[in-house]
């Protein structure tokens, strides 16, 4: 199962957000609690299970059961995104990368000017 998305990056208290919140989650091998090893190079970042990860996937019960939720809001790992208004996220088993999206990437390089 191969999964892209597109979807404004969060802002809390002026720091980036990343908010993934569903039940397709599951199935790409990321249910609750699952440690997360995440990895920032070349301008995204990468997110996959590992046994001694910092970060956790957790969850929240919801109509349709409990759904997987994985919330970064660290500036530090967010910072090469953090410019840009939103992110594309794909996604594969055991596997999501976020990068800038090709309009954020085009609307960022406009407003820099030439």
Known sequence: ?????????????????LWLESQRLNRLGFPPGT???IRSQSGQ????????G????????GPG????IIDLANQSLLSSLADYPEVKILAS?????VSPSHRAFVIQRSN???
């Open 93 to 97: 088993f055991e596997r999501i990368q």
């Open 112 to 114: 820099e000017g030439p």
């Open 35 to 37: 440690p997360l090893e």
């Open 45 to 52: 970042l990468t997110l996959k299970p590992a046994i001694r």
């Open 54 to 61: 910092e970060n956790h996937v957790s969850s929240r019960v």
């Open 65 to 68: 059961g409990r759904r997987p």
């Open 1 to 17: 199962m191969n999964l892209i998305v597109i979807q404004p990056l969060g802002r809390n208290r002026e720091i980036p957000r």
